[in-house]
């Protein structure tokens, strides 16, 4: 069974920091194509960032302020974001697929984990 598990949102104030973590199991984490989404309230879901061991993609809204790594030894996925802003709000899901292709469509999702930003 594939599980997916987010942690390390929570509420911060505009200019902050937060570190986001997905824990991953029952796949071969290291074959994965591991990333970040997020949805808004009242928003659809949107890519925000996504890592295969060489290869690094962003969201516009989010280049230069979050940074996406994995740690294939802990299957671990993180998400750094700095420089937060009030519209960064929103419930953060970490995914993975075999894909490699763009749009990313993952086979498999966590739960979500909540980021709030407060101006």
């Known amino acids: 069974q594939v599980q997916l598990v987010e942690s390390g949102g929570g509420l911060v104030q505009a200019g902050g920091s937060l570190r986001l973590s997905c824990s991953a199991s029952?796949?071969?984490?290291?074959?994965?194509?591991l990333g970040w989404f997020r949805q808004a309230p009242g928003k659809e879901r949107e890519f925000v960032a996504a890592k295969t061991g060489s290869m690094t993609n962003y969201a516009d809204s989010v280049k230069g302020r979050f940074t996406i790594s994995r740690d294939n030894a802990k299957n671990t996925v993180y998400l750094q974001m700095n420089s937060l802003k009030p519209e960064d709000t929103a419930d953060y899901y970490c995914a993975a697929g075999l894909t490699y292709r763009d749009p990313f469509e993952p086979d498999y999702w966590g739960q979500g984990t909540q980021v709030t930003v407060s101006s």
């Open positions: 029952g796949i071969t984490f290291s074959r994965y194509r």
